[in-house]
């Protein structure tokens, strides 16, 4: 009798708040889409309720991916849920230290902003203005080395929605640890002000984003569509930014490409590398 294939266990780290969002069933069928995709095995996954229910993976799953959520990434402080997410964080990144086999970390938006506090990457600062809408994302120089990107183009484009962002980076930290900015915000010449840091890899195991690679056409006209939302894009960036937004929907060059490549690749390389030649 075939033994059967030990499953490949994702955690997902739920910081929405409960707030209706698209990005959760985004995540979940993109690891969805990885089932027996890698060597034959089964991959399943359970959602951890972490900001509305203080619920927290331990470290017995193999991969971590941390979600987009609302609000400030300072509205934890003091809370049972924050404290327990920075505690995971200290207690993977240790087992990583001091393990062979490694844990796999996909952090986004939300998550990315508030990894970047718990590491101490950079100043996690209030925006402006609202970013809404399919942005370009511009590679640094290790972004253009970056394996997750390659096939996309320099810029690609991604579903981008924050009111807050990370700024002034702590080379220091950043070099202690050996991570990577792997990505910037668009360039706006018009705009006098440092651009956002849109990604960095913390080391081979762990990255985070600041966009939405999950998100896909659907999910945004969810949101661009609701006449409360179509109405604040137009007063905030007038008429012709919110036809930019549905043409750019409509583009398949644009965000799909995004979505089929960015985590897809994260995951298929974490699976290949747990489960390396059809390993029980």
């Not at 910081?15 to 959760?24: A, C, F, Q, R, S």
């Not at 970047?116 to 640094?140: I, L, N, Q, W």
């Not at 997750?148 to 924050?162: I, K, M, Q, S, V």
């Not at 969810?222 to 604040?232: I, L, S």
Request: glycine share 6%; with cysteine; proline share 7%.
């Amino acid at each position: 009798m075939t033994k059967a294939k030990s499953p490949i266990r994702v955690a997902i780290i739920d910081l929405y708040d409960n707030l209706p969002n698209e990005g959760m069933r985004c995540i979940k069928e993109i690891v969805s889409q990885q089932d027996k995709k890698v060597n034959g095995h089964p991959v399943t996954y359970e959602v951890f309720d972490t900001r509305a229910k203080a619920e927290i993976p331990d470290l017995s799953y193999d991969i971590y991916i941390s979600s987009g959520g609302p609000g400030s990434p300072f509205d934890g402080e003091g809370k049972e849920w924050e404290k327990k997410y920075f505690h995971w964080w200290e207690s993977l990144w240790r087992y990583n230290q001091n393990h062979a086999a490694k844990k796999y970390v996909f952090a986004i938006c939300h998550s990315f902003q508030m990894m970047c506090r718990y590491f101490d990457f950079a100043e996690v600062t209030r925006r402006g203005s609202k970013s809404f809408g399919v942005m370009p994302v511009h590679k640094t120089p290790a972004g253009a080395q970056e394996w997750l990107y390659d096939g996309l183009p320099d810029p690609f484009y991604a579903a981008d929605f924050r009111d807050w962002q990370v700024v002034q980076p702590n080379d220091n930290r950043l070099q202690e640890l050996g991570a990577e900015i792997l990505a910037l915000e668009k360039i706006r010449p018009h705009v006098p002000k440092e651009r956002s840091l849109m990604a960095i890899r913390v080391s081979p195991e762990i990255v985070g984003v600041q966009f939405h690679p999950e998100a896909d056409p659907d999910a945004m006209r969810v949101h661009a569509v609701k006449p409360e939302r179509k109405q604040d894009i137009i007063a905030r960036f007038g008429s012709g930014k919110y036809v930019e937004l549905m043409q750019r929907l409509d583009d398949p060059g644009l965000l799909w490409q995004t979505r089929n490549t960015v985590m897809p690749r994260f995951l298929e390389d974490a699976m290949t590398k747990l489960r390396p030649n059809g390993h029980a």
